[in-house]
């Protein structure tokens, strides 16, 4: 059945690692709804979290091919509640509303939202959360006048990735001692 | 894949004093010096703008490195492709940027597919141009991503030595593979220090993975219970070198053999346990049993849909054990019931060990029926005619007698080619190369041209579709200046016959471009110097394959064959095979 998954792969740093990644998924025609990647706690091992919707069977098929790659330590497909996950939605409004609108400030408390700058002409609220609140959130603030909202990819930590952690710093010490 | 070590060598030549010390040198010098130490001795290429230095150090180098000059960077790729196939080593090609790395594309696709290990090397633009559109730029790793297991572009010429390094380590070890290292200009023009160190690690690639015992011992109880096992045998089987491991199995416990496309010439075809061929134009009996079977041991190969014809049908009422060096390969077409992912010829020699001595007869004799069935309605009369014009088959048959099926055979893509695989009769491991994943027609010439080199013991003898021909003959040009001795065997139906047997069979006989006015082939091969002869009478057929054989070099064959001859049995694309037609 096709939903959403979160695919984490774990790569050395490498030009062009990213598009090696995507056109597997692109061969498939899986199509990716966001991407995010960053450098690990292992230098020069990097971590992808990609939110695909598929089913699982592809995706563990995908899998089995993004870990083909040399570059490649390890790839994984996750389950919803496997995951504890974030996303990071940035929300720009017109200042000349914030009076006439209602009580922005009481809006922003019960979200838990914040703002992170105030100018003459927009002031920026940054919220972080799961995509559905997010989106919601833009409703609540359009009697404001929404100018621009952008949201980030999703930031994901895996409840059992401790042993391959574990396994990525072994190979650390390996590479030291070679 | 053993590499034998070249370096240090007899300091006799200017090159080989060079080589003693550990001077500073050019990038491109350092490309020569390092392929020198990965055991490198033939390369096929063309040069061109952004690759000229390195062809320029290669001048320094001629005692040590033969570098067979194409006529057409396609050429290279298939004839590195069939030097790697002939020779266990790895096939090296060299290209200029631009048209020249684009024009090795189909070679790299064709050696993905198949894994054969190839390092091909590029020009590029120097690294200041890059991005700019430059003359002759192409953004080569972009291109070739998917179609290499690995690829990399250098822009510092201190980085050559370990980049070369880890391409032949990456393209020989696990499953193989071709691998691309582009290289700008600046840095084969640019000087280092040269030291090279063969590469043997990577921390993020782990190419042949622990064999798991326990997997090894559930796949023993199920051979060992099994009344109808079946060994399947893949291109891996060849790769691992584990073809004596895979005959001692099926010895021991009295198992039928069949092969794939590419798994051909790993079990003799006159061994008693061997099935035949699987596949879409496989042999009957291998492919109708695998209806029967209760146990399939799949070695190295990876359920291709030329040989599962309707995956959800095949060998669904069989346990399947899966064998394979590629994780990505186990479950990815058929869910095993135990995958061994392991080298076949590590995960072999212990299944071995662990299973018992049986026997299998009845279900033996069924592979009996099907032949002779094949043999009536098929076999007889395609390998035997009396009347008509010439036959494929027969010609097959008679270049296998005559060489006594221990020839190295290169076919190329079509009816000739399956015709070739099903009736040649393969003694000796690695005698089969053809271009099996991706069908790439033009494959046969440049590849025997290869093969060729990489075996110049053995008879080579390339057997290939007019249509074919047509496409990469411009090699004619290298087998003359190089003087490499292949036969070639033209089996001209005037058509592009696979394509028109299909128009016959599925689009009510609509022959849409298909049929070919050819050239004199004949004359063309004289044009380069390559004796031959067009043989149209079954009666001088014998006489032409004798003197094609004790020629002394190069030989152009020309068979005129039946025009509209099709190649049975044949399942149709994406049918059960069980639905396997006779005729
Ligand atoms: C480069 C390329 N183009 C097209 C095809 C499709 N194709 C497969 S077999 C074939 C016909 C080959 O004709 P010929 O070489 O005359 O051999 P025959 O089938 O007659 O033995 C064609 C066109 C292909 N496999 N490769």
Known sequence: MQKEYTVTVYTEDRIGITNRITIIFTRRGINITSLTTAETEIPGVYKFVITVMSTREKLDKVVGQIERLIEIHRAFVHEEDEVVYQELALYKIATKNLTTAGDVEKLIRENNARILTITADYFVIEKTGHQQELTDFIKKLEPYGLIEYTKSGRVAIVKWSRRFHEHLKELDKSIASY | ?583
């Open chain 2, 1 to 583: 894949m053993q590499q034998k070590d070249v370096l240090p060598m007899k300091p006799e030549t200017e090159a080989d004093k060079r080589l003693a010390a550990k001077p500073v040198i050019t990038g491109s010098e350092a490309v020569i010096r390092s392929l020198i130490a990965e055991g490198v001795d033939t390369i096929f290429g063309y040069p061109g703008g952004a690759i000229m230095p390195i062809y320029d150090a290669l001048y320094d180098f001629q005692d040590q490195v033969h570098h067979i000059l194409v006529r057409h960077e396609q050429g290279a790729t298939h004839a590195a492709q069939g030097y790697a196939r002939s020779s266990g080593k790895v096939g090296v090609a060299f290209a200029t940027s631009g048209p020249g790395a684009t024009n090795l594309v189909t070679g790299l696709a064709d050696a993905y597919m198949d894994s054969t290990p190839m390092v091909c090397i590029t020009g590029q633009v120097a690294a200041a141009l890059l991005g700019t559109d430059a003359f002759q730029e192409t953004d080569v790793i972009g291109i070739t991503m998917p179609i290499t297991k690995w690829n990399i572009q250098v822009t510092r010429q201190e980085d050559i030595p370990g980049a070369i390094a880890k391409a032949f380590y990456i393209a020989r070890s696990g499953r193989p593979g071709p691998v691309l290292v582009d290289i700008t200009k600046n840095a084969q023009a640019g000087t280092c220090e040269f030291e090279y160190k063969k590469c043997e690690f990577i921390r993020s690639y782990q190419p042949v993975p622990e064999l798991n015992p326990e997997a090894v011992t559930a796949a023993a109880a199920l051979i060992n219970s099994a009344k109808k096992p079946y060994i399947f045998c893949g291109h891996g089987v060849l790769l691992s070198g584990a073809e004596n491991e895979l005959i001692q199995l099926a010895e021991k416990a009295q198992i039928p053999v069949a092969s794939t496309l590419l798994g051909l010439s790993a079990v003799p075809v006159d061994h008693p346990l061997y099935g035949g061929l699987l596949g879409m134009h496989g042999n009957y009996a291998p492919n109708m049993l695998t209806c029967e079977c209760d146990l399939v041991i799949a070695v190295g190969m990876r359920f291709d849909d030329r040989v599962t014809g309707d995956v959800s049908t095949f060998v669904s009422q069989a346990k399947v054990i899966h064998i394979e060096i590629d994780a990505a390969e186990i479950d990815k077409i058929i869910k095993a019931d135990v995958a061994i992912h392991a080298d076949a010829k590590t995960a072999l020699e212990a299944l071995t060990q662990l299973v018992m001595p049986a026997r299998h007869d009845a279900w033996l004799e069924e592979f009996k029926f099907g032949h002779e069935k094949e043999y009536d309605k098929v076999q007889k009369r395609e390998l035997y005619p009396e009347e008509g014009q010439i036959k494929m088959a027969e010609t097959v048959r008679l270049i296998s007698e005559k060489t006594n099926g221990e020839a190295i055979l290169v076919t190329d893509v079509g009816q000739h080619q399956m015709i070739a695989s099903r009736y040649y009769r393969f003694k000796n491991p690695n005698t089969n190369i053809t271009s099996g994943g991706m069908g790439t027609m033009g494959f046969s010439v440049p590849a025997a041209m290869g093969a060729k080199m990489g075996a110049p013991e053995k008879t080579v003898v390339a057997v290939v579709g007019d249509g074919c021909f047509q496409m990469t003959l411009q090699e004619l040009g290298t087998i003359y200046q190089s003087q490499i001795g292949v036969k070639m065997v033209i089996l001209n139906n005037n058509f592009l016959g696979m394509v028109r047997q299909w128009q016959q069979l599925f689009f009510d006989k609509r022959y849409s471009s298909t049929e070919m006015v050819n050239p004199d082939f004949i004359q063309i091969a004289k044009g380069f110097f390559i004796p031959g002869k067009k043989v149209t009478a079954r009666e001088d057929l014998a006489a032409a394959i004798d003197e094609m054989l004790a020629t002394d070099g190069a030989y152009l064959l020309e068979v005129v064959v039946e025009q509209e001859d099709n190649v049975f049995p044949m399942v149709p694309a994406g049918a059960p095979v069980s639905t396997i037609r006779l005729e």
